[in-house]
């Protein structure tokens, strides 16, 4: 089955940057989308951001020109840059690899944006 690992998670100071990365076990050249997702404290999981296979990508309002989702297929590596981070971001995010319909998902990474 395949596997997903996410990194790069950590406590920072508002207006700070972070950059999330999601390792695949298979060649994402062949995933039909590669999404992050986040679920903060007491609240349900919501969509961020999505790559497609052909390289359009789409964010959700909240974070909308201040991430930036990318990835590297010599890697098998999909991430997610975040910039001008705000407390509210503070959350476990999680990527996200749907092959020929089904849907696998990492264990998830901490993000903590102080105040």
């Known amino acids: 089955q395949v596997q997903l690992v996410e990194s790069g998670g950590g406590l920072v100071q508002a207006g700070g940057s972070l950059r999330l990365s999601c390792a695949v076990s298979?060649?994402?050249?062949?995933?039909?989308?590669l999404t992050w997702y986040r679920q903060a404290p007491g609240k349900q999981r919501e969509y961020v951001a999505v790559i497609f296979s052909g390289v359009r990508t789409n964010y959700a309002r909240s974070v909308k020109g201040r991430f930036t989702i990318s990835r590297d297929n010599s890697k098998n590596t999909v991430y997610l840059q975040m910039n001008s981070l705000k407390p509210e971001d503070t959350a476990v995010y999680y990527c996200n690899a749907n092959f020929d319909g089904v849907n696998y998902w990492g264990q998830g990474t901490q993000v903590t944006v102080s105040s």
């Open positions: 298979g060649s994402i050249s062949g995933a039909n989308a």
